[in-house]
Structures are given as C-alpha cells and as structure tokens.
Nanobody, 121 residues
Framework: QVQLVESGGGLVQPGGSLRLSCAASGSIFRINDMGWYRQAPGKQRELVAVITTGGSTNYADSVKGRFTISRDNAKNTVYLQMNSLKPEDTYVYYC???????????????WGQGTQVTVSS
C-alpha cells in the first residue's frame, strides 16, 4: 500500500506564512504528478498546485505569486510554501500523488488525510 502523511498546518495571522509537507511511503516504484488540493465544508475539493516529476508546476489563479510547490524526489515528499496568507485561504489542505507501485502496470491516485489551515487574526 501507499500512505501520504501531511504536516505543517495550523493557525496563522493574515499576511503570515506556513509550509506544508507531505511524505509518501510504501511500495512505491515511481511517483508521477504530486499536488495540493483544498476543500471547505460542503464544497468541492479544488486544485491549489501541482508539480510533475521533472519540476513543471501549475497553480490556481487565486494562489499564483503567493504559494510555491516543490518536491524532493529522493524523499518522496512534496511541499507547499504559503506566503501572504489571507482569511480566504482557510481550508483543509490535502496532498495527492499519482503512484506506480512495484509489480503493477497502472498508476493510482492517493490522498493524504488532510491538514487544517486557518488564517485569522
């Protein structure tokens, strides 16, 4: 199996910064795209940022210029540096990884458990 464990959420004042981390472990042959999504209660989960194995990135318009996604392929870890945080960035943040497991021919999408980010004074 594959597990994604997130860390780094919490309470921060408007204008502050947080760094989220997500480490993948298990029977991993290769990780393709990794990304961060966020979801409010009763709302659909939305893409925040995604990064390919080669380091190409894509961001939601609402976070461009404030958030930076990066990854450490040797550690199977993806990060989300969040700067200039706003109250409207308050969500549960989930990491996602498209993983090819050993002994399989198809890759599957895996999710972390979610971490709460609250931006409030």
């Amino acid at each position: 199996q594959v597990q994604l464990v997130e860390s780094g959420g919490g309470l921060v004042q408007p204008g502050g910064s947080l760094r989220l981390s997500c480490a993948a472990s298990g029977s991993i042959f290769r990780i393709n795209d990794m990304g961060w999504y966020r979801q409010a209660p009763g709302k659909q989960r939305e893409l925040v940022a995604v990064i390919t194995t080669g380091g190409s990135t894509n961001y939601a318009d609402s976070v461009k210029g404030r958030f930076t996604i990066s990854r450490d392929n040797a550690k199977n870890t993806v990060y989300l540096q969040m700067n200039s945080l706003k109250p409207e960035d308050t969500y549960v943040y989930y990491c996602n990884a498209n993983v090819l497991r050993y002994g399989t021919v198809y890759s599957y999408s895996y999710w972390g458990q979610g971490t709460q980010v609250t931006v409030s004074s």
